[in-house]
């Protein structure tokens, strides 16, 4: 088989094709659907299966492109789509007396949201949400939700496929999803095509690749707890079916008084991990719904996860750049965007500072933004809920994401800043520390109260509440009871209030001048 050139890294991708599927039948995966948005980019990949060494031919806009299907009967070409109107088109694929025809395919702008829980969480339910899916009546504006599917090995497909935004298909999907799909046709003017690959409670490393857990040592704990639940499940589930009634009685009790108390229902009971397509897999949610994607042309990625990892923050740091690393390779398209949701307030209010495990979170999430090429942050500290760690509000967040997106990706103009004020560096002042910003035009307390959520702390590293005054783009920090300040944190906590603002009302993001070891370290 002679591939086109560039296709050498298509190899992950094939994995993602039915391994079972007939040498004599012609098929392509099912993220090629009808209704699909295809990429438009100069290398947009199309895969399937045909007979072996059987002529294949995929048509689509006036782009041709031929191959031969390996002797194990996998193919894949490339369309040249840059300049290619947005459509709707047919996507042609021809071989021997086989062919596959699919229709309204539209060319445009593709994202995949991803993540856990807060990505996944339905436009249905969030604040104003029924009236935004009533409304919702964009065929140009595609959505392809990915079901749980955590996978030991590599899934052959996902089950899913496209539907047009309409009233019946926006309620049931990413909430965060639609809202940046939405505002990015509005910008945009092109087709947008959004896929949600997100499901609640997983970790990150089910979202990774085993190999990349298997080498590096600050890994390895994962994979040996995994395996030790794998050991430990056959007795475990023996045990829980031995007074399942029981249980499930006091589950069913509990959730009726949580939903009488404006309370979230308690997770239901069961036999624990360790079971065959557990999302707490490592790899599982990796091979199970993001292999079956690629190498699917996108223009980029949003990822809103952290909430499960929270406790080894200090291990997300490594975590999530590598992550990135993973993805990039695996899609072969170069640096592509990546927009990191940093995690909302969320917890009990801190009567005094300390430190936050939240807080520990959230910096491995700004440090990836700030370390790793074309990786961008979106604060959402002022848009939780101290309750409920799935907040509601979700259209402000959604359009923070889209202005993000807009600016630094598409390079459009864009009123007002895109980023809230971020720490650059601090300076002593006569028995005060001052804090410097960059995105600082304006600087405002949002609620005209004082500042809040500020500490200081000396040599001693006992943090106090402390007096924070703005003066131009800079905040002086300052205590009675520490003479000698060395270090300042703000909105440090589970769930801080900091009230801390630019002209635009964007949200001061959370930081320490500190470099004290966070609690977190060594947790694996």
């Known amino acids: 088989m002679q591939l086109q050139p560039g296709l050498t890294l298509l190899t992950a991708a094939w994995l993602a094709v039915a391994a079972a599927a007939a040498e004599t039948k012609l098929t392509v995966p099912r993220v090629f659907s009808h209704g699909a948005v295809l990429q438009r980019s100069e290398r947009v990949p199309v895969w399937g299966t045909a007979k072996a060494g059987a002529p294949v031919t995929v048509t689509f806009a006036g782009k041709s492109a031929e191959t031969a299907a390996q002797p194990d009967g996998k193919w894949a070409v490339r369309l040249d789509l840059a300049s290619v109107a947005k459509g709707p088109f047919e996507l042609s694929i021809r071989s021997g007396g086989d062919a596959c025809t699919l229709t309204n395919i539209l060319v445009g702008e593709v994202w995949l949201c991803s993540g856990q829980s807060n990505m996944r969480f339905h436009l249905s339910r969030a604040t104003g949400g029924p009236d935004e899916a009533a409304a919702a009546r964009d065929p140009e504006l595609r959505l392809l939700s990915v079901g749980l599917q955590a996978s030991e090995t590599p899934a052959a497909d996902i089950r899913e496929r496209w539907t047009a935004c309409t009233p019946e298909t926006a309620g049931d999907f990413s909430a965060i999803g639609y809202y940046v799909g939405r505002d990015l046709r509005a910008r945009l003017g092109v087709p947008v095509g959004v896929i949600c690959a997100a499901w609640a409670g997983s970790c990150i490393e089910a979202w990774m690749p085993r190999a990349t857990l298997a080498s590096d040592e600050d890994f390895a704990p994962i994979l040996k707890r995994w395996d030790k639940k794998v050991a430990d499940f056959p007795a475990q589930q023996a045990a829980f079916e031995t007074n399942k009634a029981a249980r499930l009685a006091e589950w069913a009790a509990a959730c009726a008084k949580a939903q009488k108390e404006g309370r979230p229902e308690p997770l239901k009971p069961g036999p624990g991990a360790g079971y065959k397509g557990s999302l707490d897999t490592p790899a599982g949610m990796y091979n199970g719904s993001i292999l079956p994607l690629a190498p699917y042309a996108l223009r980029g990625v949003v990822w809103y996860q952290g909430e499960q990892n929270t406790g080894r923050g200090f291990q997300y740091r490594k975590l999530l750049p590598a992550l990135i690393r993973d993805w990039r390779k695996l899609w072969d398209r170069g640096d592509f965007p990546f927009v990191v949701v940093q995690l909302p307030n969320f917890g009990k209010v801190q009567d005094k500072p300390r430190f936050s495990l939240m807080a520990d979170t959230r910096e491995a999430q700004a440090l990836a933004a700030a370390t790793v090429t074309n990786t961008h942050l979106a604060v959402s500290i002022d848009l939780g809920e101290d309750a409920d760690v799935h907040p509601k509000e979700k259209r402000t967040l959604g359009q923070r994401i889209a202005r993000i997106i807009a600016r630094e990706v598409y390079a459009l103009s864009v009123e007002g800043d895109i980023y809230g004020p971020a720490y650059t560096r601090m300076s002593a002042e006569p028995g005060g520390l001052r804090i410097h910003f960059v995105h600082a035009q304006g600087l ?81």
Do not use: C, M, Q
Request: charge should be negative; proline fraction near 10%; charged fraction near 25%.
């Open 444 to 524: 405002k307390a949002g609620d005209g109260k004082p500042l809040s959520e500020f500490a200081i702390a000396g040599a001693d590293k006992n943090f106090v509440w402390a007096e924070a005054v703005i003066e131009g783009d800079t905040v002086l920090v300052r205590s009675p009871k520490v003479a000698a300040p060395e270090a300042v944190r703000y909105d440090w906590a589970d769930a801080p209030h900091g009230n801390l603002r630019n002209a635009d009302n964007l949200p001061a993001a959370p930081f320490r001048t500190d470099d004290f070891k966070p609690p977190t370290f060594g947790n694996r």
